[in-house]
T-cell receptor, first 112, second 113 residues
C-alpha cells in the first residue's frame, strides 16, 4: 500500500525567505502528485498538480518538482509571505480506485 | 459559482445517536468522496462513489454509511457504531478516472457531547 510522508511536520521562517517542503512516497508508479493548501478549520485548496511525465510545475511563487525514481516531490515557495502560513499537504492517486493517499502535512508559519 | 457545499460546519453527536453530514456539489462531477482528518494524521478515505447508485468502502468505512441517489449529493451518516467519531470530515468530488483533480468542500467538524 502506498505511504506518503512529509517532513518536516512544522516549519517557521521569517518573511521573505525561500523555503522547500518535502514529500516522499513508497510506490514510484504514481500517475501524478498533487499539492494542497489547508487553512485552519477549512477544506483543501489545490495548488499544483504535476503529472508523472513532468519534472516541474509552476504557479506564481510556487514551484513543484517530481522525481518518480527516488519517490520524492518538493514544493518550493519563493519570497514567503505571512499569508502563506497554512498546512501544506501532498497526495498521490491510488493504483486502483480514484481516491488519494495523503501525507500528514507540513504546518508552515511565516513570521512578519 | 461552482463548488462543493458541506453542512453543517459544526455538529455535535450524543451517545447512541446517528448523525448525517451533507455534501452537495454543482460541478457536474460523477465521482464523490468522503475523507476523515484527525490531528497529526493525513486524510483517510471513508467511502467513495464513482456514479449514481453505486459506492465503495474506503479504508475506514466501519461505523459509517452513505447513499448516492442523486449526482449532486453524497450524504454521510455517522452511526452509533462509530465509537470515535470526533474528527474533521471532508467531502470531495472529481470527474471519473484515475488521477483526476479532486475539489474539496470546507468540511464539517463533528464532536461528541
Amino acid at each position: 500500500k502506498q505511504e506518503v510522508t512529509q517532513i518536516p511536520a512544522a516549519l517557521s521562517v521569517p518573511e521573505g525567505e525561500n523555503l522547500v517542503l518535502n514529500c516522499s512516497f513508497t510506490d514510484s508508479a504514481i500517475y501524478n502528485l498533487q499539492w494542497f493548501r489547508q487553512d485552519p478549520g477549512k477544506g483543501l485548496t489545490s495548488l499544483l498538480l504535476i503529472q508523472s511525465s513532468q519534472r516541474e510545475q509552476t504557479s506564481g511563487r510556487l514551484n513543484a518538482s517530481l522525481d518518480k525514481s527516488s519517490g520524492r516531490s518538493t514544493l518550493y515557495i519563493a519570497a514567503s509571505q505571512p499569508g502563506d502560513s497554512a498546512t501544506y499537504l501532498c497526495a498521490v492517486p491510488s493504483s486502483g480506485a480514484n481516491n488519494l493517499f495523503f501525507g500528514t502535512g507540513t504546518r508552515l508559519t511565516v513570521i512578519p | 459559482d461552482g463548488g462543493i457545499t458541506q453542512s453543517p460546519k459544526y455538529l455535535f453527536r450524543k451517545e447512541g445517536q446517528n448523525v448525517t453530514l451533507s455534501c452537495e456539489q454543482n460541478l457536474n462531477h460523477d465521482a464523490m468522496y468522503w475523507y476523515r482528518q484527525d490531528p497529526g494524521q493525513g486524510l483517510r478515505l471513508i467511502y467513495y462513489s464513482q456514479i449514481v447508485n453505486d459506492f465503495q468502502k474506503g479504508d475506514i468505512a466501519e461505523g459509517y454509511s452513505v447513499s448516492r441517489e442523486k449526482k449532486e449529493s453524497f450524504p454521510l451518516t455517522v452511526t452509533s457504531a462509530q465509537k470515535n467519531p470526533t474528527a474533521f470530515y471532508l467531502c470531495a468530488s472529481s470527474t471519473p478516472g484515475r488521477g483526476q483533480p479532486q475539489h474539496f468542500g470546507d468540511g464539517t467538524r463533528l464532536s461528541i457531547l
